[in-house]
């Protein structure tokens, strides 16, 4: 276990002093440690990657155990009809260049927990940070959150052994929550999945175990920066966190370039505006897709296909499974474009239609597309905004990193987020509407604070703002 040199303040007080978001300020400050140092934290990392072996290896579709086709639709499900099911999915939308399509898509229909525990050590909030392997993973250990279960694994329908910290989540102290949300997950591969979001604050007696270390916040925000090192359900939670950055001025209101009503009022347009319905299908059923012995995929190799794994490792509930996971055609990218306004950064957000959604739009980055996936359409069906976020014009990089997508359920899924800061005549076009950003109406700058406030409640980000929220608030 790894302990502080002191021993911990009470829950709350401490060098932070105020609220959470000075403490956290405090917390970010702290970019080498207190309970850990940064050297300590790579040595504890490499470790624990020699302690925890992982063996993940492709198997046909037969050799899964609990799993199976149903004979009737063809749907992939475990025979206790928990975990998750892969079904077809028939999409008629508005929104980009393809208006019909039919696709495989994982429904899962329970909440998840993704939580972190926060305490404070020698007067510094600290995050309890857990090294996790899982089988999508490409370099198996990856940074996750104290607990990251489905109600499957938390209620233990695997036979396997408990979560550990459940307790601190399940039924958090009074006082003791610092974030709690329903967020949503990636609306073109899950069918309205959504995880509970959770930050809590736990006493003394709470201890690091043997995959968990104490970080403060400004070492995971460094560790950010590495890629494949800091995993998706850490970065959603992250971004679920209070702003803890002060405006520039030191303190005056920040302007906005849209107020907070209009924001809101422009995402509900959006949902009204656009038409989407989505059909359930038989797996059997879905056009364009072939099923083989050991993989579903689309018959011109591109999007995703499904395949099968058999899982060995020395550090889960279960020391060995097989399941399904679902293997992208290539390496996303997602971006955010930043100006400032008046002094304030802002982001270009999208309200994005995605088929998997419960609100029909979610505000996402201002790029966020597979490239492979577009390389057949014509010049005018592409994304919008791509040259300027991997250019920059006259701006500059703020961040860029390739990171792992959920390990859980996707195998080797990386996405290369950037966020770049631009000048305000790249994007004239989009503030009048004219020239070739006819697709202007679906974009809205929004400031950092605006962002604090979509944040506290589920279904205005969606995951892959998320991450570039937490990324951003690192390098700001």
């Known amino acids: 276990m790894h302990k502080a040199s002191a021993a911990p303040t009470s829950r709350g007080s401490g060098a932070g002093g105020g609220g959470p978001a000075a403490r956290l300020a405090v917390s970010a400050a702290a970019t080498d440690g207190v309970a850990m140092s940064n050297a300590a934290f790579f040595e504890w990392l490499d470790e624990r990657r020699r302690e ?15 799993w199976g086709f149903d004979q009737a639709t063809g749907d992939l499900r475990h025979r206790s009809g928990r975990f998750f099911t892969v079904h077809g999915l028939r999409v008629r939308s508005d929104f980009g260049p393809v208006p019909e399509w039919e696709q495989p898509i994982i429904d899962q229909p329970e909440f998840g927990i993704l939580g972190i525990a926060v305490r404070e050590i020698d007067g510094v909030l600290h995050l309890l940070m857990q090294a996790k392997s899982e089988p999508g993973n490409v370099n198996g250990v990856q940074l996750s959150p104290t607990i990251q279960a489905t109600k499957s694994n938390y209620s233990r329908v695997h036979g396997g052994s408990a979560v550990a910290y459940l307790d601190s989540f399940y039924r958090p102290a009074p006082g003791s929550v610092l974030a709690d949300s329903l967020q949503s997950e990636q609306g073109t591969w899950f069918h309205r999945k959504r995880n509970r979001n959770m930050v809590v604050e736990v006493g ?10 104490w970080l403060t916040l400004g070492q995971v925000n460094a560790l950010l920066g590495f890629d494949n090192l800091v995993n998706m359900d850490s970065r959603t939670v992250l971004a679920c966190l209070p702003d803890w950055q002060p405006p520039a001025d030191g303190g005056a209101p920040a302007v906005s370039l849209h107020g907070d009503a209009e924001v809101r009022s422009w995402l509900t347009q959006r949902r009204v505006e656009h038409e989407v319905t989505t059909t359930r299908l038989p797996l059997n059923d879905v056009a364009g897709w072939q099923r083989w012995d050991d993989r579903v995929e689309h018959e011109r190799g591109l999007f995703f296909s499904v395949i099968g794994v058999d899982v ?8 060995a499974w097989t399941q399904p996971l679902l293997l ?6 997602s971006g955010l474009l930043l100006r400032y306004v008046a002094g304030v950064p802002h982001v270009l957000l999208r309200a994005r239609v995605e088929p998997g959604l419960i609100d029909v739009a979610e505000l996402g980055p201002t790029v966020q597309l597979t490239p492979g996936n577009y390389a057949h359409l014509p010049a005018e069906d592409q994304p919008p905004f791509q040259r300027e976020l991997l250019e920059g ?14 390990g859980g359920r996707f195998h080797h899924a990386e996405c290369r987020y950037v966020i770049t800061e631009v000048e305000d005549d790249v994007l004239e076009t989009l503030e009048t509407g004219d020239g070739p950003r006819a697709c202007a109406a679906e974009f809205r700058w929004t400031s950092v604070t605006q962002l604090d406030e979509l944040l506290r409640y589920g279904g205005q980000l969606n995951v892959q703002a998320r991450t570039l929220v937490a990324a951003l608030r690192s390098v700001r």
């Open 52 to 66: 925890q072996p992982q063996r993940v290896r492709r198997v046909p579709f037969s050799e899964l155990k609990g």
């Open 204 to 213: 003394p007696e709470v201890e690091a175990g043997e995959d968990f270390c």
């Open 312 to 319: 060995s490792s020395g550090r889960r509930e279960v020391p």
């Open 328 to 333: 992208p055609s290539g390496v996303g990218l």
């Open 393 to 406: 014009g006259a701006g500059k990089p703020l961040f860029d990193s390739v990171l792992s997508e959920e």
